[in-house]
């Protein structure tokens, strides 16, 4: 991967690792504001530790194979998605308990798989909390592919998500497949948490998500507004929080996630301060 990334230096590294992560994130925040479900990246973000704790422990006990805890924190997160949406449909007058009871039989098994796994401080301390100096070549391959398969999808299928996500019953009569769609939008949301880990961190990636959508949402006149913001405010917060941590050698997800609090906060007073006047 010389031939790719070699130039890059290790910082150059996290921040274009960063960037990428700022323009996805808040692309499917939106979507997950509007479907009022923003909570299941929490969820997935578990899971996905699951994923890596259970990655880090095989490569400890299976000296033959090199396990890298991306991919296995990848794999668990799309087993989980699939998993929300299985739950969902069994729970169907009560969807919002699938939620829960992901995330809690990810905390469970993350927190067993930690104390059986012999790995120092720093290197859980980056998974949960990200580390831009810590994003090496393989990851930031890893960052763009998935980024770009992500944006392929929500191209290709935008229309299907928009009808799902405004008006169910209005996408069931058009003939959109409701359960399809459901599980590919998961597994979105999973890709787009694996990808985010390495950046933010696993604790983190949901805040990243929903902020800036959040603050977009406080201005926004129309549902592309609302990307468009969101997208620009989580680049201003991860370039901000990016400068800030570097500086100030600071966590770099903490930092990026104050940020987007900061802004957030900025454009609610904004919005008071004009709507009085």
Same mark, same amino acid.
């Given at each position: 991967?010389?031939?790719l990334?070699? /130039?890059?230096?290790?910082?150059q #590294?996290?921040?274009? =690792?960063?960037?990428?992560?700022?323009?996805i994130?808040?692309?499917?925040?939106?979507?997950?504001?509007?479907?009022?479900?923003?909570?299941?990246?929490?969820?997935?973000?578990?899971?996905?530790?699951?994923? $890596?704790?259970?990655?880090?422990?095989?490569?400890?006990?299976?000296?033959?194979?090199?396990?890298?805890?991306?991919y296995?924190?990848?794999?668990?997160a799309?087993?989980?998605?699939?998993l929300?949406?299985?739950? #969902?449909?069994?729970?169907?007058?009560?969807?919002?308990?699938?939620?829960?009871?992901?995330?809690? =039989?990810?905390?469970?098994?993350? =927190?067993?798989?930690?104390? $059986? %796994?012999?790995?120092?401080?720093?290197?859980?301390?980056?998974?949960?909390?990200?580390?831009?100096?810590?994003?090496?070549?393989? /990851?930031?391959?890893?960052?763009?592919?998935?980024?770009?398969?992500?944006?392929?999808?929500?191209?290709?299928?935008?229309?299907?998500?928009?009808?799902?996500?405004? /008006?169910?019953?209005?996408?069931?009569?058009?003939?959109?497949?409701?359960?399809?769609?459901?599980?590919?939008?998961?597994?979105?949301?999973?890709?787009?948490?694996?990808?985010?880990?390495?950046?933010?961190?696993?604790?983190?990636?949901?805040?990243? +998500?929903?902020?800036?959508? %959040?603050? %977009?949402? #406080?201005?926004?006149?129309?549902?592309?507004?609302?990307?468009?913001?969101?997208?620009?405010?989580?680049?201003?917060?991860?370039?901000?929080?990016?400068? +800030?941590?570097?500086?100030? /050698?600071?966590?770099?997800?903490?930092?990026?996630?104050?940020?987007?609090?900061?802004?957030? =906060?900025?454009? %609610?007073?904004?919005?008071?301060?004009?709507s009085?006047?």
């Amino acid at each position: 991967m010389d031939f790719l990334f070699g /130039d890059l230096t290790f910082i150059q #590294r996290g921040v274009l =690792a960063a960037l990428i992560v700022g323009f996805i994130c808040p692309l499917l925040g939106s979507f997950l504001l509007v479907r009022r479900v923003t909570i299941i990246s929490e969820s997935l973000s578990h899971v996905t530790l699951t994923g $890596i704790s259970a990655g880090v422990l095989m490569g400890q006990t299976m000296q033959f194979m090199d396990v890298n805890p991306l991919y296995s924190g990848l794999l668990f997160a799309l087993i989980g998605s699939l998993l929300i949406e299985k739950l #969902r449909q069994e729970y169907r007058h009560f969807q919002e308990l699938a939620i829960p009871i992901i995330l809690s =039989a990810g905390i469970g098994l993350s =927190a067993i798989l930690i104390s $059986i %796994a012999q790995t120092g401080y720093t290197e859980w301390f980056n998974y949960l909390f990200g580390s831009i100096v810590s994003v090496t070549q393989e /990851d930031l391959l890893f960052i763009i592919i998935t980024a770009f398969v992500v944006l392929l999808i929500m191209i290709f299928f935008f229309k299907e998500f928009i009808s799902i996500s405004f /008006d169910q019953e209005y996408a069931k009569v058009s003939g959109i497949s409701l359960k399809g769609m459901n599980f590919l939008f998961s597994l979105l949301v999973a890709l787009v948490i694996s990808m985010s880990m390495k950046v933010v961190g696993i604790l983190l990636v949901g805040a990243l +998500i929903a902020l800036p959508v %959040a603050a %977009a949402i #406080r201005v926004a006149k129309s549902f592309k507004q609302v990307m468009l913001l969101g997208v620009l405010f989580g680049e201003a917060a991860i370039l901000s929080g990016v400068y +800030i941590s570097y500086h100030m /050698d600071i966590a770099t997800g903490g930092t990026i996630v104050m940020s987007a609090m900061f802004i957030l =906060a900025i454009v %609610a007073c904004l919005q008071m301060i004009f709507s009085r006047s």
